[in-house]
């Protein structure tokens, strides 16, 4: 469903962050001149677990990221009560069980676990919060994060996509039970990501991360702050993946009608769904909430996200998808007011006139939910 903005977390997935005084550096140990200096800070029995893996001697870049991140996930945290070598231990063992790790890493595989590892530290590690100066975490105490990625290296669940010109890794998160889920909601990521993109907007990580969530009241959850999803398991379809993820690339515009209106847009216009009814987006618009959008939601939200998903279509039906995904792209981040005049800047000289009347009713229609900013540029 909507993106909650965890402000005082933003960025906690994108780097790992501590919080007072610097965490010690663990003991170093020798290392001869061909070795990476990440293997001096490592814990004696990590490093020893990775020194004379030829990947890990190849000195690339890729290998000397891997190698940092794993050494900053396994630094012991004594001011926030952690020690960590046994857990990272764990993994690169239950790392080295795996065939496609024994046979040497490629580019994406490097870059994939660099992304795993980054995000489990970030998760584990926190952000402090320079008002409170309280320690906060992402989804502090509901999941435990050394089983689930343990589950997710021994499924190799996990993938490299790029969207653009920059890669993204995909990290895929299942209790007991939901493995199945997790796997398929990362086909679906991948699938989809990259049209996504294309009429949405950029994700502006290299990860993000998909939790299968049992316990949810709605089908899913995104949290644009760290770039992660929650999804029910018996929400995982191509759709309903397409939604949520989609709320991770469209500007933040805060707004109601704009997050969800483009979210259901997309979704409908991507994935497949759940009837016959394809060929065209009136009819897309005709039978895009006939699963119930809006259970649990109040009436205005629900005529609010009706009224935004309607606009999208029917803009469609006049300007084409690919117009619509521009002037999606081109909306300022924050400035919802400036959507009106970005669909007036994508939309060509002889459709302008339906355009304008499209927003006129539009607006009319809708004022009392206060879908649309209704100012209409001049001529």
Known sequence: MGKLLVLSLC????????????????????????????????????????????????????????LREIAGAQLPRPNLGQERVPEIVQLIEILGEQHWYRDGLDGDEKFGLTGLFRTYNSLLSGRRNTATGEQEYAFEGEYNFPALYASAIEQKRFAVTKPGTTSLTFIALGEIGDEGKAEEALRHATTYINDIVRLAGTVKSTTILIIIEPNLEICGWAYSAIYATQIRPDCVTPTIVVHELTHLATPDVFETWFEEGTAYWVAQHLAPIDTPLRESAQLRRETTFDTGCCIARDDEYAATVRGAAAFW????????????GNAIKAVPGGVGREAIPAIIRFTPADKQAAVRSLITERCREYRQARMLPCTIPAR
């Open 313 to 324: 279509y029917d803009l469609e039906l006049i300007i084409g998808a690919e117009a619509v």
């Open 11 to 66: 960025g906690l997935i994108l780097a790992a962050c501590g919080g007072g005084e610097s965490p010690p550096v663990a003991t170093p140990i020798p290392f001869g001149r061909d070795e990476s200096p990440q293997l001096a800070i490592m814990a004696p029995e990590i490093a020893e677990l990775l020194r004379n893996l030829p990947w890990a001697r190849d000195g690339s870049e890729e290998t000397e990221q891997l």
